[in-house]
Every structure is written in structure tokens, then in C-alpha cells.
């Protein structure tokens, strides 16, 4: 099966501007997880989307968006974007079919650089 | 408020001695504990997991961990570091209520020849 993949690897934009984002999750998962990792905050937890609904949300502001389609492919959203939004973001899916003892894998992360 | 811990931000081993990570863990009720590692970018990889059951875990490229309830803790270990084993590890837990995981700070860890 191939695994989690996220597009594109590497982003540059600069302050105030918006970024989308993609996931495509493995075959057969429905659900998506956002984390934002940063060396000071380390993983953050963003959101997570089960079929096309968000289930679960972290301590992130509105500008932090994201949605998931009828195929559980996923994609985020940052707008207005600042200098402190630089960091990795890593998307995982999982079955979503055994509840707490299910496991994430993860996408290799965009990383993304505000300037 | 449920967490997970590492207290060691660094582990520096001699590549073919044992290793251990260590992680603890504050979590009410059956805690779902996991192991990811991360090398340099790139995503975490799944390592491991405890669900239930035996203490001792095993999982991918020789690694185990043991679930230790007395001692809250969910140490990672490896009889014979390798350099390449030269990573981040995440310690994790995933809260009863769907598919939330909470991480650790992450341990670096260094395997020196």
C-alpha cells in the first residue's frame, strides 16, 4: 500500500499571504490528522477530519483551517500568514476503526518557510 | 491534565551497547502508548505500540518497550545500538476519545561508532 503522501514538500511565501496544504491519506483510512512541529513547541496538535467532518480540534487560532473530502483526501489552510507559522506540517491518517488502539502514519511533511 | 514526558532530550550510546529511551506517562485510565521515530526530514515512523496485554512490546528494527503501570512509564530499548538508530524518537499517547495523540518533547537520540 502506499503510504501517506503530501504535497507539495516545500513551501515559501511571505507574510500575509494565504497556503493550502494537500493530504491524501493510505487507501482505505478516513481519518486525517494535522500536527505542527516547530523546535520550540515541538508537535502540535491541529485538527482531525473524519469523513469530510472535523472531529477533533487543537489551541490554534481561525486563520488555521481545514477540510476533508469524499475520498478523505484532506487539505489545510493558514491565511494571513506570520513569520511564526514556519515549520513542518505533518499530516497521519489512520483505519479509524478500533478507536484508541488505532495507529497514526504519517505523511513526510511540507515544510513551510514564511518570510 | 493527561501528558506524556521524556526527561532526557538527549541519549548519547556507543553504537553496539544498549539503549534506552524513557518516557513516562500521566494518563487516567488504560493508556494507548506509542513509539515514533523521526530522522531528519522526514515524517515520524511508527515504532511501536501498548495496547493491552504483555508487558513487553516489540516492535520494528529491534526495538521493544515495557509498559511499567507502577512506575508510569513506557520505556524504549534496544539490546545493540546501531549509528543509524541516530534519531528522534517521540513517545505518545492517544486519548480514549477518538484520534487524538498527545507527544513528548522528543529525545535525540546520538549513536556514536
Known amino acids: 500500500k502506499a503510504g501517506v503522501t503530501q504535497t507539495p514538500r516545500y513551501l515559501i511565501k511571505t507574510r500575509g499571504q494565504q497556503v493550502t496544504l494537500s493530504c491524501s491519506p493510505i487507501s482505505g483510512h478516513r481519518s486525517v490528522s494535522w500536527y505542527q512541529q516547530t523546535p520550540g513547541q515541538g508537535l502540535q496538535f491541529l485538527f482531525e477530519y473524519f469523513s469530510e467532518t472535523q472531529r477533533n480540534k487543537g489551541n490554534f487560532p481561525g486563520r488555521f483551517s481545514g477540510r476533508q473530502f469524499s475520498n478523505s483526501r484532506s487539505e489545510m489552510n493558514v491565511s494571513t500568514l506570520e513569520l511564526g507559522d514556519s515549520a513542518l506540517y505533518l499530516c497521519?491518517?489512520?483505519?479509524?476503526?478500533?478507536?484508541?488502539?488505532?495507529?497514526?502514519?504519517f505523511g513526510p511533511g511540507t515544510r513551510l518557510t514564511v518570510l | 491534565a493527561q501528558s506524556v514526558a521524556q526527561p532526557e532530550d538527549q541519549v548519547n550510546v556507543a553504537e553496539g551497547n544498549p539503549l534506552t529511551v524513557k518516557c513516562t506517562y500521566s494518563?487516567?485510565?488504560?493508556?494507548?502508548l506509542f513509539w515514533y521515530v523521526q530522522y531528519p526530514n522526514r515524517g515520524l515512523q511508527f515504532l511501536l505500540k501498548?495496547?493491552?496485554?504483555?508487558?513487553l512490546v516489540k516492535g520494528s528494527y529491534g526495538f521493544e518497550a515495557e509498559f511499567n503501570k507502577s512506575q508510569t512509564s513506557f520505556h524504549l530499548k534496544k539490546p545493540s545500538a546501531l549509528v543509524s538508530d541516530s534519531a528522534l524518537y517521540f513517545c505518545?499517547?492517544?486519548?480514549?476519545?477518538?484520534?487524538?495523540?498527545?507527544f513528548g518533547s522528543g529525545t535525540k537520540l546520538n549513536v556514536k561508532p
Open positions: 497521519a491518517s489512520s483505519p479509524s476503526t478500533s478507536g484508541g488502539a488505532d495507529t497514526q502514519y
Open positions: 501498548y495496547i493491552t496485554g504483555d508487558n
Open positions: 494518563v487516567s485510565g488504560n493508556p494507548y
Open positions: 505518545a499517547f492517544r486519548s480514549y476519545n477518538f484520534n487524538k495523540f498527545y
